[in-house]
């Protein structure tokens, strides 16, 4: 404290010169002429006395400074402004060049004093023996010298400006940011152990010492308390140290009430964000290893913990350890302007481009073992100003692996509650009442049954373990397992296996599908295999039965279940195509699914699975069809299509794929199987696919060709359509097929 000792030594040195000539006055007649030698004498062992003593004065203040313990928050300890600057962080200060960020050592709220640095001895040489302009003004500094040293990032009443790093040459046996971290990033609250008992997530929300009402309203909508326990989550705020010591007792009444607030050694501010998070994975390494993952976010986010914590919970084990899960922002090109908000040196990160990193605006997740990772390379690295960017540089380092995770947004949902509702994170909270808004409507379960995309965990009935049902209902009376591979048993080359719906009766109406639109097995050189699906028939069981047979043995394309035909079994017919091809043919590239009473172009569809293939979409995960969105559940129970709230709650349904006819990428049918075992069964069909491709996140592509409700049936319209529905007659299905394969007119472009 340079210029308290200063203060002491001059008002000292005053005192005594007042003192000295109170007793020249006394003792002295220095006017007299034989008193002037005597008088002389004694001013000079006066003198000589107060020089000594101030001697003295010095030599004390100097062995104390030298004595006094290092500055800094070592093990955890809370740094004191009173604790003196060690020599070797001093010189790393003085030889760094300034970020314009700010440390400020605080303790319980104390009032600051400030200090003005002094140069070591071993740093004036090397710094050629100068002096600064503060030491050479004996500790004063001119108002634009404070200016300047205030744009630096010397803050009003800090003890000293510590850049965002220490220099490269820093020696420390732990790497270059040691003996920095060791200062900024020991919280100034501690908190108990147990607060990380059976703590699954914890999430560190970034937040400002000025938004106490955030944090409240955070703290009693998505982050509260009760269900936060619930679900194994830990909610932590992380602040950095405000200028007001009235905002900074208040910060600490907060967390006496509360118990949930890291705050650093270092000054809020933009800049200090990385430190931020640096500081929170410091507490959640060293303090609450036992968690299994760690969020970072910020509380002006709408974070929904149930579904990031489902999500996190349903990750296969290869999947979490270590891994980092967000939004991916691709690396981009660091800005060189310093008036930027972005600015990065080049001797803070010199590549050309950043690595692709999970962006801070949607919130990410990094597993414990990432976490620990991260912070262990972010001692030997020179922060980056941007946490996102600086994780995204160690992330690269430590060879974690990032996962883009749409549930993840940095959009702005928060005006749809529906929209929330189906995320893990949003932004867009422009008040706390807004925040509270949301909130209430997102957990009022009648509300949130009424979106038209719902949450399926709410609407649907409970778990339930279809498995031993399907098996005993879906054993097959007639079945061909090797209809998908050749007469050496080696899978074929299928593009399209394509699986028509029928009833046992039905005889002629499969018979024309034979020789129209289903007579061929190869279009435009890609393979196809068509099997009809069937149930048993209610009525004269035996005699359809007999014909079901000799028709099967004739043409080998019959699959049939052991269950009755009705509308309302219609469902297991889907559960059965999605069975059979999971056992039997999933290497086909394409699954049709359609009725017997449509009309199939199949070379549209082939040319338009191509050309989207080509394109290099379309490859997996598809769904294509004639999308219905916003279907209303029917809720009148002498309706055929009534399903009840036991089974399904929901207003609407997902969007799907009418039933007529559509087509699905061969690869998620096995996880559609799957999901169909546990998912309670509902009377229509279509409906009930687009549950299970929502269950699996797979969304359907609309496409106008599919004509699932009629259409013209000219030559010309024909050629332009993918299905066409309304065909419950073999004539009327063998007239299309004449239009189609032999039109009268010529096709002009605009014809649709």
Known sequence: MLWTRHYIFTRFLRETSLHHESLRDKFCNCQAPDMALSCTKLEFVLLLTVCIYGAKVVLVFMYVGELSPKGGALDGQVYRPDAAISRLNLERMRRHEDTGNEVVKSQNGEKFKREETVITDKAQKQNGGSKSKADSDGGKSSPDTKIEKDQAGILPGSAVAVPIQPPSNAEDSRGINGAFFDEVLASSFDHSNEKCQDVFMVALINSQPNDQDFRMAVRETWADTAMSHQLGVLTMFVLGSPSDDSLKSSVFQENERHDDILMGNFRENIKNSTLKLLLGLNWVTSRCSSAKFVFAGDDHMFVI????????????????????????????????????????????????????????????????????????????????????????????????????????????????????????????????????????????????????????????????????????????????????????????????????????????????????????????????????VMGHTQTDIDLIQKQVKQEDDEFGDIIQADFAESFHNLTLKVVMGLKWVTENCRHATYMYKGDDDMFVNFKNIISYLRENRVQGSALTRFFLGSVLYRSVRVTRSNSKYYVPDILYSGRYFPPYCSGGGYVISSDVIPEMYHKSLETAFIPIDDAYQGILASKIGLKPTAHKGFKNWGAKTDGCSLRDVMVVHGFKSPDALQAVWKNYTMPAEDCSDDVM
Do not use: M
Not at 350 to 369: H, M, N, Q, W
Not at 386 to 399: Q, S
């Open 305 to 532: 913990y149930e579904r990031l914590v489902r999500d996190l919970r349903a990750l296969k084990s290869e999947e979490s350890i270590p891994t980092w899960r967000g939004r991916i922002s691709p690396g981009s090109r660091p800005v060189r302007d310093r008036k930027s908000r972005y600015y990065v040196s080049e001797k803070q990160y010199p590549g050309k481009r950043y690595p692709d990193f999970c962006t801070s605006e949607a919130g990410f997740v990094l597993s414990i073992d990432a976490a620990k990772n991260i912070f262990s390379f972010s001692w030997d690295e020179p922060v980056i100003p941007l946490p996102d960017v600086f994780t995204g540089v160690l992330a690269k380092k430590a060879g974690i692996r990032i996962t883009d995770d749409e549930s993840f947004t940095f959009g702005n949902l928060a005006k749809n509650v529906c929209e929330v509702s189906k995320v893990a994170t949003t932004r867009g909270l422009q008040s706390v009442d807004h925040l509270t808004a949301i909130w209430k409507n997102a957990t009022d379960p009648k509300f949130r049954r009424n979106c038209p995309e719902p949450d399926l965990n709410l609407v649907l009935g409970s778990h339930t373990n279809n498995l031993p049902y399907v098996e005993r209902t879906l054993q097959l009376r007639l079945d061909h397992p090797g209809a998908c591979y050749d007469s050496n048993g080696h899978k074929e080359d299928i593009f399209l296996l394509v699986l028509i719906s029928t009833l046992p009766r039905h005889f002629e109406l499969r018979r024309a599908i034979r020789e129209t639109w289903g007579e061929q097995s190869q279009i435009l050189g890609e393979n196809l295999r068509l099997l009809f």
